[in-house]
């Protein structure tokens, strides 16, 4: 759990991740999100830049961080975050004189972006954004981006330039069904 939180994963998906992972009665293996985590973790490692999308509450992000952990286990860097964080953490490392925060973000071999639709709408953070994803596809760096937009929306949302390296080298998966948080009041 602790290389989860160090890679930026919230306490709550930190347990749920934990759980799934070493205690076999936890998991739902028939499910068709089991089989979504199995068929995603096979694309890591191949600088895939891959897109959950859907309503809120279908398991993107636990999905994601699944993916994350994965990665983190074999001593791999990892990061998560949303994008308004991401904004902010290099906003804020403006201030700081020969650290470059955007370097932090392009170099992680996986960087897990959640609530990709809430992205400032700005040129200096749609630029910022897409020159991180633009080196991690040169690099050949896993990218996972979240959002909560039907794919027609993300691709205009996200643009041509992320939009297409997301069609080269991964896709948008869609992440549908009954919502996980009312199955857990039943």
């Keep these: 759990m602790a290389r989860l939180r160090r890679a930026g994963v919230g306490v709550r998906h930190a347990e749920f991740v934990t759980e799934q992972l070493f205690n076999p009665d936890a998991r ?46 074999r001593d791999k860097m990892c990061r998560y975050t949303t994008a308004m964080d991401l904004l902010q953490h290099i906003k804020d490392g403006f201030d ?15 960087l897990v972006i959640d609530e ?40 205009r949302h996200a643009g041509e330039s992320i939009s297409s390296r997301v069609k080269e080298c991964g896709g948008i998966v869609v992440l549908d069904g009954r919502d996980y948080r009312e199955r857990a009041n039943d």
């Excluded at 700081?96 to 996986?110: F, H, R, S, W």
């Design 28 to 73: 739902d293996t028939e499910s068709p999100w089991w089989f979504m985590f199995l068929s995603q973790m096979r694309g890591l490692d191949t600088g895939a830049i891959d897109v959950l999308a859907g309503p809120r509450g279908r398991g993107k992000t636990a999905l994601a961080c699944m993916l994350l952990a994965h990665t983190c286990w």
């Design 116 to 155: 990709f639709h809430r992205c400032d709408t700005s040129d200096w953070a749609h630029r910022t954004i897409e020159s991180i994803i633009d080196d991690r596809y040169r690099n050949k760096r896993d990218t996972i981006l979240i959002t909560n937009d039907q794919p027609e929306k993300f691709v």
């Design 96 to 110: 700081q004189p020969g650290i470059n925060v955007k370097a932090v973000y392009a170099k992680t071999p996986l």
